[in-house]
């Protein structure tokens, strides 16, 4: 066993999954390979947003594959960057705007 | 992996492999990474076997369309993923005899394309020469791989655009990307900015304009260890920067995978990548690209004469595996019998869409 949550190396081993739930496993990866084919959104658009997600939940394996699948479609590293920040940015605001939560609170208890 | 590592493949990266005594300028050495490590281990499989699945091993020409010819590898860059190991230290250039065996074929073969590559093909001293004998055959294309910075490196190649229309010349160039900062990375500090003046002059001629015969291709390779993405999005991308940018026209763009070879191979192996490479290019493995890989129609020539079934394989020193070896001794129907020799590299030309010097294959 591995003395780490994370291996690189398990990213390639995800289509695995199917081993032990064949049925789910194959309806997830078919709904995944559709979710990123050409569309209402261009497959390059997806990929973007698929990066910023990535940043979200913070999941590493999810960084690798976007980012290399960033380059492969020829995506720069500006616009890579600006796609993270998006996230950042929601993410921020979910937090931030908390704060009206806040303020709400402390306004009622308060005299 | 260390920056520092990088740092000092691209200061090495100005001479050539050969030039630097660098162990991998050695093919031998290639081919034992190429048939070693995660292959012997059985961790990957052989490309004889996956071809094997599908009925393919042995692999077979089919009709011969493509002549190839490598008239040299000197050259005015030094990229750093190139599978030729070219560059200005490179003394390999073709002679006027081994061109005249070339004509010798090109007058008489069933190929309908004639596909001039290098190194810069242009710095050989007898290229012109070979360009207008060789026009006169009436091959019905005729190819020259340009690396576009050539027509801005000196004065006497600042009419080859002339000079390839007037022979009506199709003219392949490489671009790596539409933005300076990844083109210049790849292929040297100002080659962006001439690559587009050299697009501008071709343009001026009539290259690559939308109803013109002058063909104007470019070809597109990864800068970096990942493969090329969809042809056709990338042709968009391409052609929407170019014009938006710099009111530049071309025709097709063919995205073309980076073969584990040469200087690649140093790159991907001192940066740790090799591995992550290699399972990228099973895992993309594509049995419909294996129907029309390119060394399935193409004879490459090397600057001496040589014969290969692909360029990958005369860097890695494959001569064809058939009586006829040599030019000089060029025998079509004998040729056409060979079985083409194979290895690990050649999971390059079957990712994805597949990949060959006319682009994609699937």
């Given at each position: 066993?591995?003395?780490?949550?994370?291996?690189?190396?398990?990213?390639?081993?995800?289509?695995s999954?199917?081993?032990?739930?064949?049925?789910?496993?194959?309806?997830?990866?078919?709904?995944?390979?559709?979710?990123?084919?050409?569309?209402?959104?261009?497959?390059?658009?997806?990929?973007?947003?698929?990066?910023a997600?990535?940043?979200?939940?913070?999941?590493?394996?999810?960084?690798?594959?976007?980012?290399?699948?960033?380059?492969?479609?020829?995506?720069?590293?500006?616009?890579?960057?600006?796609?993270?920040?998006?996230?950042?940015?929601?993410?921020?605001g979910?937090?931030?705007?908390?704060?009206?939560?806040?303020?709400?609170?402390?306004?009622?208890?308060?005299? | 992996?260390?920056?520092?590592?990088?740092?000092?493949?691209?200061k090495?990266?100005?001479?050539?492999?050969?030039?630097?005594?660098?162990?991998?300028?050695?093919?031998?050495?290639?081919?034992?990474?190429l048939?070693?490590?995660?292959?012997?281990?059985?961790?990957?499989?052989?490309?004889?076997?996956?071809?094997?699945?599908?009925?393919?091993?042995?692999?077979?020409?089919?009709?011969?369309?493509?002549?190839?010819?490598?008239?040299?590898?000197?050259?005015?860059?030094?990229?750093?993923?190139?599978?030729?190991?070219?560059?200005?230290?490179?003394?390999?250039?073709?002679?006027?005899?081994?061109?005249?065996?070339?004509?010798?074929?090109?007058?008489?073969?069933?190929?309908?394309?004639?596909?001039?590559?290098?190194?810069?093909?242009?710095?050989?001293?007898d290229?012109?020469?070979?360009?207008?004998?060789?026009?006169?055959?009436?091959?019905?294309?005729?190819i020259?791989?340009?690396?576009?910075?050539?027509?801005?490196?000196?004065?006497?190649?600042?009419?080859?655009?002339?000079?390839?229309?007037?022979?009506?010349?199709?003219?392949?160039?490489?671009?790596?990307?539409?933005?300076?900062?990844?083109?210049?990375?790849?292929?040297?500090?100002g080659?962006?900015?001439?690559?587009?003046?050299?697009?501008?002059?071709?343009?001026?001629?009539?290259?690559?304009?939308?109803?013109?015969?002058?063909?104007?291709?470019?070809?597109?390779?990864?800068?970096?260890?990942?493969?090329?993405?969809?042809?056709?999005?990338?042709?968009?991308?391409?052609?929407?920067?170019?014009?938006?940018?710099?009111?530049?026209?071309?025709?097709?763009?063919?995205?073309i995978?980076?073969?584990?070879?040469s200087?690649?191979?140093?790159?991907?192996?001192a940066?740790?990548?090799?591995?992550?490479?290699?399972?990228?290019?099973?895992?993309?493995?594509?049995?419909?690209a294996?129907?029309?890989?390119?060394?399935?129609?193409?004879i490459?020539?090397?600057?001496?004469?040589w014969?290969?079934?692909?360029?990958?394989?005369?860097?890695?020193?494959?001569?064809?595996?058939?009586?006829?070896?040599?030019?000089?001794?060029?025998?079509?129907d004998?040729?056409?019998?060979?079985e083409?020799?194979?290895?690990?590299?050649?999971?390059?030309?079957?990712?994805?869409?597949?990949?060959s010097?006319?682009?994609?294959?699937?």
């Amino acid at each position: 066993m591995a003395n780490s949550y994370y291996d690189p190396a398990d990213l390639r081993k995800f289509g695995s999954i199917t081993e032990w739930s064949e049925e789910l496993g194959n309806k997830f990866f078919d709904y995944y390979g559709k979710v990123f084919e050409e569309g209402a959104l261009s497959a390059r658009e997806k990929s973007l947003i698929a990066l910023a997600v990535a940043h979200v939940v913070k999941c590493p394996y999810c960084i690798d594959a976007y980012t290399k699948d960033g380059l492969q479609r020829g995506i720069t590293k500006e616009e890579m960057m600006e796609a993270v920040h998006a996230g950042a940015a929601i993410e921020s605001g979910a937090t931030l705007v908390h704060g009206v939560q806040m303020m709400n609170k402390y306004n009622k208890l308060s005299m | 992996m260390g920056q520092s590592i990088l740092s000092d493949i691209k200061k090495a990266a100005k001479k050539s492999l050969k030039a630097r005594e660098n162990e991998l300028a050695n093919t031998t050495k290639q081919l034992d990474i190429l048939n070693g490590g995660l292959f012997a281990d059985g961790e990957l499989p052989f490309f004889k076997d996956k071809i094997a699945q599908i009925g393919h091993f042995p692999l077979k020409p089919k009709t011969l369309e493509i002549l190839q010819i490598n008239v040299g590898y000197m050259c005015n860059q030094v990229c750093e993923h190139c599978h030729v190991d070219a560059g200005p230290d490179r003394k390999e250039i073709m002679t006027r005899e081994t061109m005249e065996q070339c004509l010798e074929v090109i007058r008489n073969t069933g190929a309908h394309t004639l596909d001039l590559t290098g190194g810069a093909p242009e710095m050989n001293p007898d290229f012109r020469w070979f360009v207008e004998e060789a026009s006169k055959a009436g091959i019905q294309d005729f190819i020259v791989r340009s690396n576009l910075t050539i027509i801005r490196a000196n004065k006497k190649y600042h009419d080859l655009p002339e000079f390839f229309k007037k022979h009506n010349v199709h003219v392949i160039s490489s671009m790596p990307h539409y933005t300076r900062g990844k083109t210049d990375k790849q292929r040297g500090d100002g080659v962006f900015d001439k690559s587009i003046q050299a697009l501008q002059e071709l343009n001026a001629v009539g290259y690559g304009m939308p109803d013109s015969n002058l063909r104007l291709d470019l070809v597109y390779n990864p800068s970096g260890a990942f493969l090329p993405g969809d042809q056709a999005a990338m042709e968009r991308d391409f052609k929407k920067a170019l014009k938006e940018d710099f009111d530049i026209e071309f025709h097709n763009l063919f995205a073309i995978t980076n073969l584990p070879i040469s200087r690649f191979l140093d790159y991907l192996i001192a940066s740790d990548n090799y591995e992550d490479y290699m399972y990228a290019l099973v895992e993309a493995y594509n049995p419909a690209a294996v129907e029309n890989v390119m060394c399935t129609n193409t004879i490459s020539v090397s600057w001496d004469g040589w014969l290969y079934d692909c360029d990958f394989n005369q860097m890695l020193d494959l001569k064809v595996a058939s009586k006829v070896k040599h030019i000089k001794d060029y025998n079509e129907d004998l040729l056409n019998d060979r079985e083409i020799v194979i290895s690990q590299h050649c999971y390059g030309c079957t990712a994805g869409a597949g990949s060959s010097c006319q682009g994609t294959v699937a």
